[in-house]
């Protein structure tokens, strides 16, 4: 499983890098392997102010969809176009070429919350 350590992650199997006051948000290589053949991408919330553990869109498998839950509150700023064509980046490159979103971040407290790789790791039994 890989989790790399520079990342920050939620119980809600969503990693962020943090760039300066902005994030980058995708799901985990755990969530994309649960989920199986991601096959869309819907995010709705760019340029809109997101609370944390709000819903900011879902990502659609072959047999479900799952809400993603933001991991700070802030403003979406930008959705990753590379996933309308090609959904399954999720899959083969969750934490490169498969972010999700970029986001603003209006509390940088709320990064203090976040897990590390190894309480993550822990998460999920690995």
């Known amino acids: 499983m890989n989790l790399p350590e520079n990342l920050k992650y939620t119980k809600d199997h969503e990693w962020i890098r943090i760039e300066g006051n902005e994030a980058f948000v995708g799901i985990t290589d755990f ?4 989920l199986g053949d991601i096959v869309y ?5 760019v340029d809109k102010e997101v609370n944390q553990e ?3 869109g879902t990502v659609e498998a ?3 969809v799952s809400d993603l839950f933001s991991p700070l ?3 979406v700023l930008e959705f990753n176009e590379r996933l ?3 959904p399954e980046l999720v899959n ?7 972010w999700i979103i970029k ?3 209006s509390d940088d407290s709320q990064v203090n919350d976040l897990l590390t790789a190894d309480a993550y790791r822990e998460l999920i039994g690995q």
């Open 31 to 34: 969530a994309q392997s649960e």
């Open 41 to 45: 991408v819907d995010i709705d919330t």
């Open 54 to 56: 709000e819903v900011f």
């Open 62 to 64: 072959v047999k479900t």
């Open 73 to 75: 509150s802030g403003t």
């Open 84 to 86: 309308e064509s090609s």
């Open 92 to 98: 083969s490159d969750p934490y490169g070429d498969g």
């Open 103 to 105: 986001m603003s971040i």
